[in-house]
């Protein structure tokens, strides 16, 4: 479904992104953890399309189709969901506009009519049961004075809505509570298919109990330098980044 | 060349139309009226116009529009059909049509009843009831110090007056479309209304100005606002005019006790546009607010000039005002307070938003406050920035296209002004005209 070679990014003269090789298909979640700074986010946000970066170097392909031509809204509408790490406030416009105007905007681009008020409610009644968000919260101004978990639980039923085929989540545990990360991994559970595949970041093992990766990837300093099965997690969690750390200088 | 010189042109025709004018006059000449005009003029021969050395048009510069030649008051014949293709919103209300400064009574309507409020011409008010007009006509808007309220001052004759009479409440809206009719040839027009609103009354009126046509136009108008003790009134203004057209109001509003007066001023389109509302809060536990939107591009010029004074105690003044610049076009927001010494526990609040889209656009704000009081409430703010990339980037990535997502910034932006409009028809079709805008 996805393949990175050799994705290499910089912003300025910054290098942050050095030769990123990962392959992922249709039906597999892998986890991507690493230090602070290590590049996670920056992945996050060029395959997402954020024109912030340059790409230096590699190539992306999604679906068969050059990911890196795309313009971000086309990147969405082709079926690629980022859940933000820092979830933006955008004032004056509601969840529930900017999701219809989102939805039907992807709808025009895949060739299908646009939902009409009644078909739009009914389906985010239904997600909004399933990431257990109310109501009055989608008809506030997007994420404007949301708690930190408020947007992260928006992120979980903006994806919910919008069944993207591969989801990107950038840190969507941190900042939950113990029963909002059980939700938020339900959210991600119930997308999971054949058809689907899942990009988990996170710092912590906790969210991979609920959410079990098929692989787990280790960025460091711009590069994956391990990948393994979802016991890899654990041995983290336990031993922290050094011993990686120390294998990729003896290198 | 001299300043002086430089008015020269523009300036000569008007000292010499108003030679003519006067020769039609007769007997009118010796009303107390036309002494006010007389006065006013000799204000605008002293006074000339302004140039870019004057403090309060440093950024607004008149000498393009001084060297056009205008027609003034141009006959014109502009049908019930011409309107169509304007698109005005339709308002159950009264409603006065005024082409290139002449009243048209076949396209207007006035539907309020005569015992809640007289809506006349000025013209008429001033054959009819010359002695009520002369007690407020001139006598809050200040032709000896602005050039512009002088010229009006002394050519005023069209527009209108409404007197609404104490303890009434006048359900219709109100509104004086100006047309400038700039189809066959440059056309100027000077509109002068009073609203003189009694004890304890309430009303509301809205200005539209548009121009039909691609040749220059120029308007001048001054209006007077007279709001007696717990008088209470909406007051609208809204600019669609023409790349060509130059405008330059002036709103003068005068509130006694306990009065409450309510405005916003939103320019869609307009080539050269100079607002003034000065607000005298001549009375205590007084309420103004001024809102405002202006929204120009291409090569357009937007400026505001608010000015709030706070002569007695425990009023409230509020202010916002929000603009959205793209192209080359420049905007300009000045705003006063004063709040002077007797005038303790005064609330004044003051803030101005703008976005500016291109990098070739310009905004100038200035905030001034000159404060006597000891016991009062002021703030200020002034932002100036561009549109939040996070957010467009963000909107993107849920698959909203660029030009999609900078609308909705944009709209998000200006909807709590929009907002403010509290006539419905009025509002839902500025909501067209700036969606439209947006659009393209
Ligand atoms: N806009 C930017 N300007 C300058 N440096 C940047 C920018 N964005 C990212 N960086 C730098 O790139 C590096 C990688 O950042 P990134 O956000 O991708 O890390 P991360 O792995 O997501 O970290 P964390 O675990 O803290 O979220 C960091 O050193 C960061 O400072
Ligand atoms: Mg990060």
Known sequence: ?????????????????????????????????????????????????????????????????????MAPEERAAEGIFLAFQYPVEIPGVSTTNFLKTAMNEIRKYRGQDPLDAVQFLKLMKEKMKLVNIDQSLLSRSLNEGFSGGEKKRNEIFQMAMLEPKLAILDETDSGLDIDALRIVAEGVNQLRSPERATIVVTHYQRLLDYIVPDYVHVLYKGRIVKSGPKELAFELEEKGYDWIKAEVETV | MTPSNQNNDLKAKLLADFRSLEERLNGASKTALHQTRREALHQFDRLGFPTIKHEEWKYTNVSSLIKEVFEFNAASQVTADDLVQLESSRLEGNVLYFVNGRYQPELSKIVSPAEQLTITTLDEAIKNTPDLLAQYFAQYADYRQDAFTALNTAFAQEGVFIHVPANTTVEAPT?????????????????????????????????????????????????????????????????????????????????????YFYSATVTLDGGFIRNNLNIALDGSECEAHMYGLYFPNGRQHIDNHTLVDHRQPNSHSNELYKGILEDRSTGVFNGKIFVRQAAQKTNAYQSCKNVVLSNDATMNTKPQLEIFADDVKCSHGTTTGKLNEEALFYMRSRGIPKDEAQSLLMYAFAEDVIAKIKIDPLREQIERRIQAKLAR
Do not use: C, W
């Not at chain 1, 942050?16 to 090789?21: A, E, V």
């Not at chain 2, 309430?202 to 007696?228: H, M, P, W, Y």
């Open chain 2, 175 to 259: 509104i004086l479309r100006f047309l400038s009719d700039a189809r066959a040839v440059n056309v100027a027009s000077q509109p002068r209304n009073l609203f003189v609103v009694e004890k304890n009354a309430e009303v509301k009126v809205a200005e539209s100005f548009r121009t039909l046509g691609d040749q220059a136009s120029f308007t001048n108008v001054v209006t007077e606002i007279v709001l007696a003790e717990d008088a209470r009134m909406e007051y609208y203004k809204v600019q669609n005019e023409s790349d060509m057209a130059y405008h330059i109001g002036t709103t003068q509003v005068d509130q006694k006790d306990r009065s």
């Open chain 1, 1 to 69: 479904m996805l393949t990175i070679s050799n994705l290499q990014a910089s912003i300025g003269s910054k290098e942050i992104l050095k030769g990123i090789n990962l392959d992922v298909k249709a039906g597999e979640v892998h986890a991507i953890m690493g230090p602070n700074g290590s590049g996670k986010s920056t992945l996050a946000s060029v395959l997402s399309g954020r024109e912030d970066y340059d790409v230096t170097g590699g190539s992306v392909t999604f679906e068969g189709k050059d990911l890196l031509e």
